[in-house]
């Protein structure tokens, strides 16, 4: 079947190409040139035709311009421009919307996704597998701080969460046209992309990769960023943060009962006796503590939904380089207009 797709699509530069590449940047001027020249080679020897679809996500470098003389240069190395930075996460929806090719692979752009790992990936698609996710095989690129951090989270959203997410897969993978039209239909704006590749499930395997070490600039990523996108990840895929707070309420409920009787019994026998103003006072900010905790986890819970129920377009496009407007399909959002 993909024998025949291939020859089809041969000559593509109207049609739908056989693989389209998605690579979101936000200020990656330097790394758009080193990674084509990587990037293009590999994909001529691979696929029939092919498109690269760079999403500029708010740069404020000269990343565009040097995105529509690549259009210029080579059209098949196009571009969509989105109003402002929203994320990586938004990004790669956005790509995705755009993407028309008979499977998709989503790439960084600081080649630190080795692009000689599509040709494997590609032969992986060919023998049917629809969601074919690289697995990097060590964190060498990143500091011991967030490896540690996120070996920890992996763990955790392992036993709380309602996927499990393969060890060491992440954003770099390549899935079928069938899988892009399952996630284009995701529309959430709390996005965590490595949650919704495992939960549309679809045929997957892995193909282990090395991480290179980012070629030019540093990580978009700090601390703060990486735990609000913790923080994402785990309450889009489990209550269990809320649930939590009722087996708290339920032991808190059984201990003060326990400590009623110890005091009935203690003033039955040796009478009244007041003091007891530390323990109170102990009592009253741990409970009080424990409430505000989980008030605040409600509360995270709720913000959440508040920002779906907005029900807000994902991203503002402002520019594309090569692409069409989106139009109205089976699998994309509701009624796609320019703004979706
Ligand atoms: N990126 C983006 N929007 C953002 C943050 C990052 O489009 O808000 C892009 C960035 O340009 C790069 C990719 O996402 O192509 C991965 O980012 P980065 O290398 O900073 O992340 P890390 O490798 O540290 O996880
Ligand atoms: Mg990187």
């Not at 995701?186 to 045929?203: P, V």
């Not at 323990?279 to 986890?297: P, R």
Request: net charge neutral; aromatic share 10%.
């Amino acid at each position: 079947m993909n024998e025949a797709r291939s020859m089809t699509r041969s000559d593509a530069v109207s049609r739908d190409p056989e693989l389209s590449v998605v690579a979101p940047v936000w200020n990656e001027s330097e790394n758009i040139g080193p990674l084509l020249e990587r990037l293009a080679p590999v994909l001529d020897s691979c696929v029939s035709s092919f498109e690269i679809i760079f999403v500029d996500d708010g740069s404020t470098d000269d990343t565009l311009e040097i995105l529509r003389a690549a259009h210029g240069a080579d059209p098949r190395i196009r571009a969509v421009s989105l109003s402002r930075n929203f994320g990586k996460e938004v990004a790669i929806a956005a790509g995705l919307d755009h993407a028309r090719g008979a499977a998709v692979v989503i790439m960084d752009a600081d080649l630190q996704h080795p692009p000689e790992t599509i040709r494997t990936f590609v032969a992986r698609w060919r023998e049917g597998y629809k969601n074919v996710f690289g697995q990097r095989i060590d964190r060498a690129a990143d500091s011991p701080l967030r490896r540690l951090l996120t070996q920890r989270f992996y763990r955790l959203f392992g036993s709380v969460g309602e996927t499990s997410l393969p060890e060491g897969a992440g954003d770099f993978r390549l899935l079928d046209a069938t899988a892009v039209a399952a996630l284009r239909v995701m529309r959430e704006h709390a996005r965590f992309s490595k949650g919704l590749y495992a939960w549309i499930g679809f045929k997957s395997i892995g193909v282990p990769f090395e991480v290179e070490a980012r070629a030019h600039g540093s990580s978009k990523f700090s601390y703060l960023k990486l735990t609000n996108f913790a923080l994402d990840g785990l309450m889009s895929f489990s209550t269990l943060p809320l649930k939590v707070w009722s087996y708290v309420g339920v032991a808190m409920s059984f201990l003060a009962l326990a400590m009623a009787s110890f005091y009935v019994a203690r003033t039955l026998i040796f009478g009244v006796d007041v003091p007891g103003y530390a323990s109170l006072m102990v009592s009253i900010t741990f409970f009080a503590g424990i409430q505000l905790l989980s008030l605040g986890v409600i509360g995270e819970y709720i913000g959440r939904i508040f920002a779906e129920v907005k029900r807000r377009p994902l991203y503002l496009v402002e520019e594309r380089v090569g692409l069409a407007p989106l139009v109205s399909d089976d699998c994309g959002p509701p009624a796609q207009r320019d703004w979706t």
